[in-house]
């Protein structure tokens, strides 16, 4: 059975604090797809990155860096130097590669960023 | 480029009644999916499709019904509306395989079971 754990339901922090956002997956697929998206407040949904399984690299983007261990199927996801505007909630997503192919998603953590 | 377009973006029903919350996408994503996101929770999953003629249950799919005809369109079917029902409704594609399996989302429909 596919799960996505998002531990964290809420997150509060000061503009310019360092944040890390926790994602823990359950999978027995070996090939599988992981994905974080943004919930602002308007309410669309923001794809923010993707990795598949063969690929633990870590990857920065700008502000935003994401932690890939396949070892302890965690996908955690840090934004440095937080601003109001990543005030949002942010989803963490696990889609398997073979037959299990839903896309499922954690149940989210609210990020409060005070200025 | 449209995306994923979901229709209609509001709507208020009465209890028992039936309708229909369209999606269409046109990126020619094999995948389509349709979730729903109760106030202040995360997104549930109700039916999605991997192809045309396809589908297949998720997490809560007790009281919708799905078809997908053409690649393009996916839609959900509410029959007998319940205040259970109320939610807002996220429609989204994505390919199966290589660079683009992230989901596009639609913009949502706000349903309102009264």
């Known amino acids: 059975a596919q799960k996505v754990t998002q531990a964290q339901t809420e997150i509060s922090v000061v503009e310019k604090e360092d944040v890390t956002l926790d994602c823990v997956y359950e999978t027995r697929d070996t090939t599988y797809y992981l994905f974080w998206y943004k919930q602002p407040p308007s309410g669309e949904l923001v794809f923010l990155i993707r990795r598949n399984s063969f690929d633990e690299q870590n990857e920065i983007s700008g502000r935003y860096s994401w932690n890939f261990q396949k070892s302890t199927s965690s996908f955690n996801f840090t934004i440095t130097a937080s601003q109001v505007v990543d005030s949002a909630v942010y989803f963490c997503?696990?889609?398997?590669?073979?037959?299990?192919?839903?896309?499922?998603f954690g149940t989210g953590t609210l990020l409060a960023v005070q200025p | 480029n449209a995306g994923v377009t979901q229709t209609p973006k509001f709507r208020i029903l009465k209890i028992g009644q039936s309708m229909t919350l369209q999606c269409a996408q046109d990126?020619?994503?094999?995948?389509m999916y349709w979730y729903r996101q109760d106030p202040g929770m995360g997104l549930k999953l109700i039916y999605y499709s991997v192809g045309a003629g396809i589908t297949d249950k998720g997490e809560v799919p007790n009281g919708y019904n799905v078809s997908r005809s053409t690649t393009e369109d996916f839609p959900l079917r509410l029959e007998l509306a319940a205040p259970s029902q109320t939610s807002v409704y996220f429609c989204a594609s994505s390919y199966d395989r290589g660079q683009g399996t992230e989901a596009f989302f639609g913009q949502g429909t706000r349903l309102t079971v009264v």
């Open positions: 997503a696990l889609r398997g590669g073979g037959a299990t192919n839903k896309l499922i």
């Open positions: 990126m020619n994503h094999n995948y």
